[in-house]
């Protein structure tokens, strides 16, 4: 059980620009969108969507940022027709990197995408390339301020429950678990009063890359900043680990 994730100094690192306005409403705007692919449009039907709404209505995200972004997940959005793909490549120093994706049009995000890894020192591979690093699994996120128990009684209460690992992210701890025990972790911690921010899939990496070179994690981190910010790109994930006492 790592109670303390090998990947927390990428999220220290990144935790400064987490932190900005637009950098949360994309975020939460995400969730939205892959709750309501994964479980319809209607709230009332789809637990997680009411619960990704309501996240961003709490942060203020504008009512007509929640509907566009719906109409985008169910392809409502009149005369725009939009395809999910994910994209597989490589950053400086041969990090892998796993992308989930949303676009109208394809060639468009392909070349974009492509020029965001090239100007980084890395380029985009062939299907499968990278993803045999990557263990496709089920995701929790639980607000640490709303924590009611302590570390060792969470970690406690998520291995009963049926989870396999768990990570510290900033202000979350992101639980992993079997996709067939998704839903079952999730309400197993809901008895306990300790409902998650979200839930979702996730890739985690099964064979990971370590970095020691400052010139290379700039340019993994810019990497990795950039696809988060790309309006098509839902979902980002790699396998960089980077050595303690380089966090600048």
Excluded at 14 to 26: E, P, S
Excluded at 168 to 194: C, F, H, I, K, P
Aim: charged share 25%.
């Amino acid at each position: 059980m790592s109670g303390h994730s090998k990947w927390k100094n990428i999220a220290h690192r990144k935790g400064k620009q987490d932190a900005t306005r637009a950098q949360l409403f994309t975020r939460l705007c995400r969730d939205i969108y892959a709750s309501a692919r994964r479980g319809g449009g209607n709230p009332d039907t789809n637990y997680f969507l009411k619960m990704a709404i309501d996240k961003a209505k709490t942060a203020s995200v504008p009512s007509d940022t929640i509907n566009r972004t719906l109409a985008k997940a169910l392809g409502t959005l009149e005369g725009v027709t939009y395809e999910d793909f994910m994209y597989e490549g490589y950053g400086a120093g041969g990090v892998a990197f796993l992308l989930e994706l949303s676009s109208d049009n394809r060639n468009r995000t392909a070349a974009e995408i492509r020029h965001l890894f090239s100007k980084q020192g890395g380029s985009l591979g062939e299907s499968g390339c990278v993803m045999w690093m990557f263990k496709r699994v089920g995701e929790l996120r639980f607000a640490k301020d709303s924590m009611t128990l302590q570390e060792d009684d969470f970690t406690l209460a998520i291995l009963e429950a049926g989870a396999d690992d768990y990570q510290e992210q900033d202000d979350e701890w992101v639980v992993y678990t079997s996709l067939d025990l998704l839903n079952a972790v999730d309400q197993a911690m809901r008895e306990q009063g300790l409902p998650c921010q979200s839930i979702g899939i996730a890739y985690v990496p099964t064979t990971t890359t370590e970095v020691t070179d400052e010139e290379i994690i700039d340019k993994v981190e810019t990497l990795l900043f950039k696809l988060e910010e790309h309006d098509d790109v839902q979902g980002v994930y790699m396998n960089a680990v980077f050595a303690e006492g380089t966090i600048s």
